[in-house]
């Protein structure tokens, strides 16, 4: 029963320490490098050959130059704060509208949540790219937004969507969406109604008992869906590429242009280690407080 146990949790852990840990010691490894021109396009690489003395070679080598480079240069740092902005208002846009649409198929009959559930899954099935391009031809200057606004007479003149801040918030919105309607779904649809009806018979007003009752209790789900919409969204490249301008940049898109037009493998990596320790820590400081939280009530 021992082993059959430790095999189950060590699967996960295993999968944990190839695909998440191993690759990012080697990123780390890579962002204390220094660039050169070669391929890879870094350097020292470590030899094993060479024993120790190797090893120390290796490490005299290592600096933290391309880190304080970043620190120096405000493009990055214009580029961390204009990305963590974007998918921070992303995210909320997503909860505000999300919420209300987890909630009305929480609450629908039971014999029309698969076909609600399938609707929500549907945009799944097409590429996201494809699905972003779609968003070029509804927004373009010729596109349909615009041409719809003009035969309905309400602009003489197309307006500028596409390629704005506006439109990198709206291809967000659509692509995360779904993974915040369905943790928050999935938490209204096991809350105990009971509870609302004890506080619809206490005199609490439907608005009322959604605050104190139905909102509080579906923390848990908005807390998920939070997590999943901007943790992604914050790295996101695929949208700003095509729906957003050079004039706001992500830190998506400037990892993609050191890695394959500047061919700065060393700083690409060292802006990929700051962007994952800005967006772990604050799981692991909110995984701390569950934790504390918890001990605190048991």
């Known amino acids: 029963m021992t082993r059959r146990f430790m095999a189950l ?17 080697i990123v780390l490894k890579i962002s204390l ?52 902005r974007v998918a921070l208002i992303s995210t909320l846009a997503c909860l505000l509208f999300g919420y209300p649409i987890a909630y009305a198929m929480a609450s629908a009959p039971a014999r029309f949540k698969p076909t609600l559930i399938l609707l929500i899954n549907l945009p799944f099935w097409t590429s996201f790219l494809v699905r972003i391009y779609a968003w070029i031809v509804l927004l373009s200057k010729e596109g349909v937004v615009n041409n719809v606004l003009k035969s309905l007479g309400l602009i003489d003149e197309p307006l500028v969507i596409l390629n704005t801040t506006f439109a990198v918030y709206l291809g967000m919105v659509y692509a995360y ?18 509870v609302y009806e004890a506080a619809r018979d206490l005199g609490c007003s439907r608005i009322g008992a959604f ?88």
């Open 9 to 25: 949790v060590g699967i996960p852990y295993l999968w944990l320490v190839l695909f998440f840990v191993a690759p990012f010691l």
């Open 211 to 298: 605050f104190r009752v139905t909102l509080p209790m579906s923390k848990p789900g908005i807390l998920a869906g939070v997590f999943l919409v901007f943790i992604p969204a914050t790295g996101e490249f695929v949208v700003p590429s095509l729906l957003g301008s050079a004039q706001s940049p992500m830190i998506g898109r400037l990892l993609w242009e050191e890695f394959f037009i500047n061919n700065d493998w060393p700083m690409a990596a060292a802006i990929s280690v700051l962007l994952l320790a800005i967006l772990v820590l604050p799981v692991v400081f909110y995984q701390a407080y569950q934790q504390k939280v918890h001990r605190e009530q048991s």
């Open 33 to 84: 490098s220094d660039g050169i021109t070669a391929m890879p396009p870094y350097t020292p690489v470590l030899d094993l050959g060479q024993g120790l003395q190797g090893l120390r070679n290796y490490v005299g080598q290592l600096d933290l130059e391309n880190y304080l480079y970043i620190f120096e240069e405000s493009s990055y740092a214009f580029a961390y704060v204009n990305s963590l």
């Open 177 to 194: 969406i779904p993974l915040m309607i369905f943790p928050i779904y999935a938490t209204l649809e096991k809350l105990d109604t009971s």
